[in-house]
Nanobody, 115 residues
Framework: VQLQASGGGLVQAGGSLRLSCAAS????????VAWYRQAPGKQRELVAS???????NYADSVKGRSTISRDNAKNTVSLQMISLKPEDTATYFC??????????WGKGTLVTVSS
């Protein structure tokens, strides 16, 4: 499975972005999906996740400012982020776990938030 994240870019603090992750085949439906991010010099961290049943979970740092969603028809997973802060600057990665628990990662998309 190939995952491709897109939607990153340069945005001013307070702005918004919508990241999208597309898969080469139908895999998001009924599987665990997540967005992670990694800032320079820091470990990769979980930003948001959605269980196979649709339950969502967010890191405290983005709670209330981010929404993860899944579009089964388009085979995409998105992360809407608002009120962006400079500390949100990072490379964002999408992840999916298939029914056997195998994880797949997409190449990241860089988000830069200027103050």
């Amino acid at each position: 499975v190939q995952l491709q994240a897109s939607g990153g870019g340069l945005v001013q603090a307070g702005g918004s972005l919508r990241l999208s992750c597309a898969a080469s085949r139908s895999i998001f439906r009924r599987n665990y999906v997540a967005w992670y991010r990694q800032a320079p010099g820091k470990q990769r961290e979980l930003v948001a996740s959605m269980s196979s049943g649709g339950s969502t979970n967010y890191a405290d740092s983005v709670k209330g400012r981010s929404t993860i969603s899944r579009d089964n028809a388009k085979n995409t997973v998105s992360l809407q982020m608002i009120s962006l802060k400079p500390e949100d600057t990072a490379t964002y990665f999408c992840k999916v776990r298939d029914g056997d628990g195998m994880p797949y990662w997409g190449k990241g998309t860089l988000v830069t938030v200027s103050s």
